[in-house]
Structures are given as structure tokens and as C-alpha cells.
């Protein structure tokens, strides 16, 4: 970071209020704690009290948020307007830092968050506002996965029943104008999402690279645009490989524990079930990809570490393309599959 934060401040963020909680740079004797409601006034009402706090050294707090999701989005945008450099945090990082989990309460939540600010502000990404195309986007395919989850409760039902048509069981009126209505819903959603890739030319390009790899569609590349913020926040393959949850970390410590390497569960569930399926597809291709399944069988490996080993090739592959810029090399990566 370019700025040398001395003031730092932690948000607990709900879904009517804020719980915000400020370290000051040489006063040691106690935190300061308030509540704010989570609409414009109280976000004025929070700049004014952090004013009256630090003045025009608000220029160098740095505030931490937990991610919830959509619940902060109002807050990170507002800070953002306001030049308040603001950075969010996954949940599980900062819980793993807590040193007493005894107590739980939103202040505390807050405390804590201000503490992990302290400690670990040189390792903390500022907030960037993503551009509208890719929050549109993102909300697009929240939709969609809602959509999506609904239409599989509504049908799996309705197919048990008709497979036991044979049993004589008295049959029930199959009410499904619901079903036609949320699957017109979808089919617009999708029709909105590809009109919306179709306008932005750099998105458009980005789709053409990471779906030029095999057996990865369009649904994996517009999700790993959005969670990545158009591959900004990638760094490596390796990285995104961790954040997708499909690298394995090893757990050694001492003479005593010796376990095998396995993937975390700490990792972005949407991302990583996307890239199951793509490694689901890749092992039925007739390519490096689903030679390397094919051969890796024969040798005796278990079937789910080397679908999760492909899972992390795909994964390296699109990071690759879409860092060069360049399609999807079927004799490169062939070689690189081939490497014992």
C-alpha cells in the first residue's frame, strides 16, 4: 500500500446495522465503539463521528469489513465515495486470527476486525469498485444460481412421481405453470447475459479466451470474471487455484502427523463446483486433458485426485490464457500434461 495507515477500524455489518469499532494511533487506554443503521444518514452520521475522532487524519484509517455478500455492499460503496479506504476480508481469515471465541457479540465482532486491520494491514487489498458491467453481471448470475436452485426443487418431485407411475397410486394434478414461468425467467436471464458480454468488447474477449480451453462454457467463464474482477485479483494460477479450492495443501507437523495432502474447505463453493463439472466433461475428451485422466486411471490413481488434479490444470490453463492473451494451445499444454 502506497499510504502508511495509523488508524484502523473494523465493521460488523448486518442487515439493518453497522457495529463499527476504531483503534487510534497511540492511544492504548480503549477502542471506540458505535452503531450506526445501515442507510445514507447513517453512513453521514458514521463519517461525522469518525471526523470527530481523528479529523483530517481520516485520510490514513483504514477500515476492514468481514464479507457478507450483499449486506456490505452499500457501506464499501459509500466509504469509497467518500475516499475512506476500506478493504474486505474473507470471514474465515479474520476468525482464524481471533484469540478468544469464548464471547460472541457484534461490538466484539467489530473489535476484532479492527485488531486483524492492525496486525495485518500490509497484507490487505484496498477496495477497487468493480465497473458496472461486472457488478450487473454478477447479480445476473445470482439470479440465475437462485432460479436455477428453485426449478430443481419444484421439478426432482414431479420426476419421482412419474417413475412410479406402474404402482396404481391415486395421481395428483402436476401443477407446473409455476415451473413455465421461472424457466421463461431463466431463458431471459440468459438472453440479458450474453446481450450484456456481447456490449463490453474486453469482457467479450475475455469470454473467448478462458471458453477457447476445453470443455470450460461460457456459465464458468462469466463467474470467474466476476468473482476475479476481470482477473485483476490474480496474481498466479496457483492463487486462484487456492481461492477455487482445488489445490492441495499438505498438514505435517513433528514425528506424529503425516497426512496426505487434501484440498481445503476454505474456498469459493460456486467457483469450485464449475470447475468439477468442466473436469467431469474434460475426462470424456479426446485430448491432453482426457488423456491425462485416461492414463493416470490406468496407473492405479484414485479417480477424485485425478479429477481434482484436472480441476487445477484447467484452472492454471485459463489463468494462462488469459495472461498472455492468447487462445487456448492444445501442443503446449500437451506438453506440460505429459511432465511426470
Same mark, same amino acid.
Request: proline share 3%; charged share 25%.
Given at each position: ?5 495509523? %488508524?484502523?477500524?473494523?465493521? /460488523?455489518? @448486518?442487515?439493518?446495522?453497522? /457495529? ?18 445501515? +442507510? =445514507? ?14 479529523? *483530517?487524519? $481520516? ?10 455478500? %450483499? ?18 476480508? =474473507? ?5 482464524? +486470527? ?6 460472541? @457479540? ?38 440465475? &444460481? ?10 426432482? #418431485? ?31 436471464? *440468459? ?13 467479450? &474477449? ?5 471458453? @477457447? ?9 462469466? %463467474?470467474? $470474471? ?21 489445490? #492441495? ?10 497426512? #496426505? ?32 485422466? &485416461? ?16 480441476? *487445477? ?13 492468447? &487462445?487456448?494451445?492444445? *501442443? ?7 511432465? #511426470?
Amino acid at each position: 500500500m502506497s499510504v502508511k495507515f495509523v %488508524h484502523f477500524a473494523g465493521i /460488523d455489518v @448486518s442487515k439493518s446495522k453497522i /457495529d463499527i469499532c476504531v483503534l487510534l494511533s497511540g492511544d492504548v487506554k480503549y477502542p471506540y465503539s458505535n452503531c450506526f443503521e445501515q +442507510s =445514507n444518514k447513517g453512513f453521514a452520521d458514521m463519517k461525522k463521528w469518525l471526523r470527530s475522532l481523528m479529523g *483530517n487524519a $481520516i485520510k490514513k484509517l483504514l477500515i476492514c469489513i468481514e464479507n457478507t455478500g %450483499h449486506y456490505n455492499e452499500a457501506v464499501v460503496h459509500y466509504l469509497d465515495s467518500q475516499q475512506i479506504a476500506v478493504s474486505l476480508e =474473507n470471514a474465515a481469515n479474520i476468525k482464524r +486470527s481471533i484469540r478468544d471465541i469464548r464471547k460472541k @457479540s457484534d461490538p466484539k465482532d467489530a473489535l476484532d476486525i479492527a485488531r486483524y486491520a492492525k496486525h495485518h494491514s500490509d497484507e490487505l487489498q484496498l477496495w477497487k469498485k468493480p465497473i458496472s458491467v461486472i457488478t450487473t453481471l454478477k447479480q445476473l448470475l445470482a439470479q440465475r &444460481r437462485r432460479l436455477l436452485s428453485v426449478l430443481k426443487a419444484l421439478k426432482q #418431485p414431479l420426476e419421482e412421481k412419474a417413475f412410479y407411475d406402474w404402482s396404481g397410486v391415486p395421481k395428483t394434478t402436476a401443477y407446473t405453470a409455476g415451473i413455465q414461468g421461472l424457466e421463461l425467467d431463466l431463458k431471459r436471464i *440468459n438472453e440479458d447475459i450474453a446481450q450484456l458480454v456481447k456490449e463490453d468488447a474486453q469482457m467479450r &474477449r475475455q469470454v473467448s479466451l478462458i471458453t @477457447s480451453v476445453p470443455s470450460v462454457g461460457p456459465i464458468t467463464a462469466y %463467474h470467474l $470474471i466476476c468473482y476475479t474482477d476481470g482477473f485483476k485479483q490474480v496474481k498466479s494460477g496457483k492463487q486462484l487455484g487456492s481461492y477455487c479450492g482445488v489445490v #492441495p495443501f499438505e498438514r505435517r507437523s513433528g514425528s506424529s502427523v503425516r497426512k #496426505p495432502a487434501r484440498v481445503s474447505h476454505l474456498a469459493n463453493r460456486v467457483l469450485k463446483s464449475l470447475l468439477h463439472m468442466c473436469a467431469l466433461t474434460a475426462t470424456k475428451m479426446k485430448n491432453s486433458f482426457g488423456d491425462y485422466f &485416461r492414463r493416470k486411471i490406468a496407473e492405479g490413481k484414485h479417480k477424485m485426485l485425478v479429477i481434482n488434479a484436472l480441476r *487445477n490444470k484447467i484452472v492454471l490453463t485459463i489463468t494462462a490464457v488469459v495472461q498472455k492473451q492468447t &487462445r487456448f494451445d492444445k *501442443n503446449y499444454i500437451y506438453q506440460n500434461l505429459q511432465k #511426470p
